[in-house]
């Protein structure tokens, strides 16, 4: 053979190896499939959108990798874990609009007083709860005069002669008013005497009854635990919440000292439930904020101020147009000199930060949103997304600023069917513009949804059907509480998802389904789009997921 072409030959030869190799090469890696570390299948998925297309949802990292059929995604990915759903629905992981989480802790400190049907009863909930928790101190949450017979304030001899010696702090269910024992009342000085500007102290057959509403509480400020050592407590929460399906929530109003300590237990990674706080209005807090701006590290957030316009309904404390039906002698407080508000709102919004304003009655409402109306008009092109927290009672004249973008309704849709008793009474031919979540809805284009937990139940559950059928968890009234005020299904999801999200400036992160968010989910064993109404109060969480990791399971 010429040796000239076995060389060429041999040449050839070995070149058509090669690119045999790079060819099979090419081949097997266009089949090779991407890593994801989780498959959710066989399952109805639900975002903030409605119903999507496909039965199964991929997590990589700490986020949503891809979402499709089952069949055709596993061509392409390689999951390390895949879990059959048997068709179970998966949610965005719920998000509390306006909750409290380090109330919900320090309350596990405390004496549980809610449903206490008389003065009496209150009592021997104490009484059990010192035997097992004695201390220098007692404190508890809870009561509502309007669930006792006589619907009055209580008189002090019953926490005065059940607990002569120690200290007694006691919190109503909304946290508006605060009853003590004559023990506390010597403590902190206290003579019944005080006159308070945006409070008052109550008295019953000319006595002082020991209970201090709104302002008047910081006269007796209850003793708390530090933060570090109520980690035990908030990891409790967080547990919790997890098994809510409650993976983000706002923290409404919490003063710098705490924050500062929250923040320390997140660095640490000893907390890991997406927590967006706003701080409380007070001096400190206000002060610092400004100075240090907002803090986005992680799960933990800080980027504005709730303030406090009025009380609440239930102790006559929130601010009406009108006197109440039931006291026609009084129109309730407003809790703050409007020049207050303000002059706080305007520094706010010069440092771009957010405004969240507790506003109850109908007087509240309308001056807070007149002051909002009048300072957002000034910042034209800046996203400041304003909060009206609980809007309950808002005159229909009033609706029309909830057309600025920049202002949001948050409100908490168990108020309604928890208050349905006892709020005709207080607002008469009134009760009509109030809890009027449809109304709010039209206006504003969205609405962000919240339990207000611990005033309220801590169930997620629970907002969703006051929100939609308005009905309570025990089906009650069979015709739904000002059922037109109800608002959609959807709706509602969106206000526990991607609304909630949006109100707490992580909409781009979080609250709904899409390739690319947080993997936050929410397993159920209902389709609240299409279940039965009967059905929802009953719903199971069967498993939520953070960050792509499973926080609780109970399948």
Known sequence: MNPTFASFRRIVLLFGVRLLIVLILIITSCHKRKK?????????????????????????????????????????????????????????????????????????TSADLRGSSSPEEVVERLKTFYKHHPGKWLTGRGWDQNLWEDGQMPLPEYLDTAFPDIPVYLTRIDGHALWINSKAASLHGISGKEKISGGSLEFRDGRFTGVLVDKAMALATPPTPSVEELLPYLQEAEKQLFAY??????????????????????????????LYVLGSDDDTTFETLLVNGPIREGEFAVRGIKFYSDGALGSYGACLLRPYSDRPDHFGLLLRDPGYFLSRFDKLRSYGLQVA???????????????????????????????????????????????????????????????MIWAPRRLGDRIRTAYAYRSLLEAAGMIALGTDFPVENISPVYTFYAATFRKNHQHQPKEGFQADQSISRLAALRGMTHWAAYAM???????DLKPGLKADLAVLDQNWLTCLPEDIPGTRVLMTIKNARVVYDAR
């Open 36 to 108: 994801c570390s989780l498959a959710l299948f066989n399952a109805q998925l639900v975002g903030a959108e409605g119903q999507l297309t496909g039965d199964c949802i991929l997590l990589a990292g700490d986020t949503i990798a891809a979402i499709g059929f089952y069949k055709e995604l596993i061509k392409v990915w390689k999951p390390d874990e895949s879990i059959d759903l048997k068709n179970a629905t998966v949610l965005p992981g719920l998000i509390d609009a306006h909750a409290h989480f380090y109330g919900l802790a320090l309350n596990m």
């Open 245 to 274: 399906g409650i993976t983000s929530l706002t923290d409404a109003g919490l003063p710098w000292a705490v924050i500062e300590g929250l923040r320390k237990l997140y660095r640490s990674g000893q907390l890991r439930i997406g």
């Open 357 to 419: 304003t507790h506003a109850i009655g109908d007087s509240a409402n309308r001056l807070i949103l007149k002051l909002y109306d009048q300072l957002l008009s000034e910042s034209e092109g800046l996203d400041l997304r304003w909060r009206i927290e609980h809007c309950q009672v808002v005159d229909s004249q009033d609706l029309q600023y909830f057309k600025n973008p920049n202002i949001i309704p948050s409100v908490q849709p168990t108020h309604a069917t928890s208050d």
């Open 505 to 511: 400036f992580q909409e781009s992160e979080k609250g």
